[in-house]
Structures are given as structure tokens and as C-alpha cells.
T-cell receptor, first 113, second 113 residues
Framework: AQKVTQAQTEISVVEKEDVTLDCVYE???????LFWYKQPPSGELVFLIR??????QNEISGRYSWNFQKSTSSFNFTITASQVVDSAVYFC??????????FGSGTKLNVKP | KAGVTQTPRYLIKTRGQQVTLSCSPI?????VSWYQQTPGQGLQFLFE???????NKGNFPGRFSGRQFSNSRSEMNVSTLELGDSALYLC????????????FGSGTRLTVV
């Protein structure tokens, strides 16, 4: 069975704090893809990163970084020096071999000035 | 280039009615997928179309149906609406399997009263 768990329902931080959003996944597929999406109040899902199951290199993009660990089935997302504009709901997702997304329940991030 | 366009943006329908939602994918994308987002169930996969053929279907009743046209535009239909069908319906298009270039639209927010 495919499953994505985001245990943190809501996180509140003060601007400039670092914050890590957790994502744990389950799959029996050997080839799969992991994603992070940001959903602002407008509703659109904004793509942040795509990772395939064979690439465990961590990635950094500006203030964003991702830590992919197959051994623990985790794909965590860290925002460094958070800003108010980072406030949104963040979804972790797993794409199975059948081109079907499984989304986590999302983590609402509140960044206060 | 233009993104994924969903129309209408908002919709209010009465229980028992039917509704049709439209999704125009990014030019050149031939795969269109639909998702339902509700506070209780989160983001759930409805179905995927590729080259006018339904390739994959989620666990939704037969009241939910869709189709894809030769220009890759897709429509989703829900018949005999129920209050629980109130949700944000998101469409995503992609160039190829594997989530490459997977892009979501802003969604249609359906309210059933």
C-alpha cells in the first residue's frame, strides 16, 4: 500500500526561525517519486521539488533544503530563515508507478512577523 | 507559457443537480489528472486521462466521471450531487508519466447546498 504521513498538522514560527517539515512514506514500489508542493490560500499547488527513488542526494535551493533518507523512508523539508511569505500549507506526495499521486494530509505553516 | 486553466473558479449547486468542470492542460501535455480536496479527506486522486483514454481511477462512486478530448482538454462530471461533494477540485497536467512537468491548476471550488 502507498501512504504518506505528515505528522505535523500545524507549525507556528517567528520570522527568521528555521523550520523542518516532516514526511514519512510507505511504498512497495522500487521506483517512485517524491514531491513537495506548497498551497497558498489561492488554492493552486505550487511545485517545489521532485525526487526519484534512486537519488538520495540532499538538495538545497536558496532557503529551501530537502533531506531524503530511504533507510527511514523520510523526505523532510527545511526552510531556513523563514519569512512571512512562506506561510502556506505544504504537502508531501508520492507518485507511484501507475502515475497516481498519494498526498500527505499537509502541514500548515504559520510564519509570524 | 500558459499554465493549467480550470473553469469555473467557483460554483454553487443544489443537492441532486449535476455539474461539469473543465480543465485545459498546458500546451503539449497529453495527460490530465483530477483530484478532490476536502478538509476531512485531504487530497484524493479521482482519475487520469491520457490520449482520450482513462488510464487510472481512484476510489470514487460512479457519479464521478470524466473524459478527455482530442485537444487534451478534460471535463469532469458529477451527477446527483451530495453535500459531501463540496470540495476544491484540482486538475493537473503532465507531459509524460513519472510526474515530469506535473503542474496543477488553481482549482474549482464547488459548494453543494
Amino acid at each position: 500500500a502507498q501512504k504518506v504521513t505528515q505528522a505535523q498538522t500545524e507549525i507556528s514560527v517567528v520570522e527568521k526561525e528555521d523550520v523542518t517539515l516532516d514526511c514519512v512514506y510507505e511504498t512497495r514500489d522500487t521506483t517512485y517519486y517524491l514531491f513537495w508542493y506548497k498551497q497558498p490560500p489561492s488554492g493552486e499547488l505550487v511545485f517545489l521539488i521532485r525526487r526519484n527513488s534512486f537519488d538520495e542526494q540532499n538538495e538545497i535551493s536558496g532557503r529551501y533544503s530537502w533531506n531524503f533518507q530511504k533507510s527511514t523512508s523520510s523526505f523532510n523539508f527545511t526552510i531556513t530563515a523563514s519569512q512571512v511569505v512562506d506561510s502556506a500549507v505544504y504537502f508531501c506526495a508520492l507518485l507511484s508507478n501507475f502515475n497516481k499521486f498519494y498526498f500527505g494530509s499537509g502541514t500548515k505553516l504559520n510564519v509570524k512577523p | 507559457k500558459a499554465g493549467v486553466t480550470q473553469t469555473p473558479r467557483y460554483l454553487i449547486k443544489t443537492r441532486g443537480q449535476q455539474v461539469t468542470l473543465s480543465c485545459s492542460p498546458i500546451s503539449g501535455h497529453r495527460s490530465v489528472s483530477w483530484y478532490q480536496q476536502t478538509p476531512g479527506q485531504g487530497l484524493q486522486f479521482l482519475f487520469e486521462y491520457f490520449s482520450e483514454t482513462q488510464r487510472n481511477k481512484g476510489n470514487f462512486p460512479g457519479r464521478f466521471s470524466g473524459r478527455q478530448f482530442s485537444n487534451s482538454r478534460s471535463e469532469m462530471n458529477v451527477s446527483t450531487l451530495e453535500l459531501g461533494d463540496s470540495a476544491l477540485y484540482l486538475c493537473a497536467s503532465s507531459l509524460a508519466p513519472g510526474g515530469y512537468g506535473y503542474t496543477f491548476g488553481s482549482g474549482t471550488r464547488l459548494t453543494v447546498v
